[in-house]
Nanobody, 124 residues
Framework: QVQLVESGGGLVQAGDSLRLSCAAS????????MGWFRQAPGKEREFVAV????????YYADSVKGRFTISRDNAKNTVHLQMNSLKPEDTAVYYC?????????????????WGQGTQVTVSS
């Protein structure tokens, strides 16, 4: 069992930066691929970024590539999402999730554990 708690969301202006954090409790954090997803009002939850469980391979949605960076600290059971050059279309609730699969896991349904989400609002 893994519990995930996100933090770091807020209201910012276009062009600003935010750093989201996800703290994990439970066992074997390093055995989980960690992903970030987001859900805007009226839209489906979508993949944002993932970091693999072992060598730390990363993969990003095209919409955030070059602006967002995902990282993890297995010693502290945390994963971060550094978001730069934010745009109004990045506005959403951001969720951290854990998947006990190798590699970079993109499919939402493969994630076993989810956090409660943190709101990110980007004003124009």
């Amino acid at each position: 069992q893994v519990q995930l708690v996100e933090s770091g969301g807020g209201l910012v202006q276009a062009g600003d930066s935010l750093r989201l954090s996800c703290a994990a409790s439970g066992r074997s954090f390093s055995s989980y691929a960690m992903g970030w997803f987001r859900q805007a009002p009226g839209k489906e939850r979508e993949f944002v970024a993932v970091i693999s469980r072992s060598v730390g391979d990363t993969y990003y949605a095209d919409s955030v590539k070059g602006r967002f960076t995902i990282s993890r600290d297995n010693a502290k059971n945390t994963v971060h999402l550094q978001m730069n050059s934010l745009k109004p279309e990045d506005t959403a609730v951001y969720y951290c999730a854990a998947a006990q699969y190798p590699g970079t896991v993109l499919r939402l349904r493969l994630y076993d554990y989810w956090g409660q989400g943190t709101q990110v609002t980007v004003s124009s």
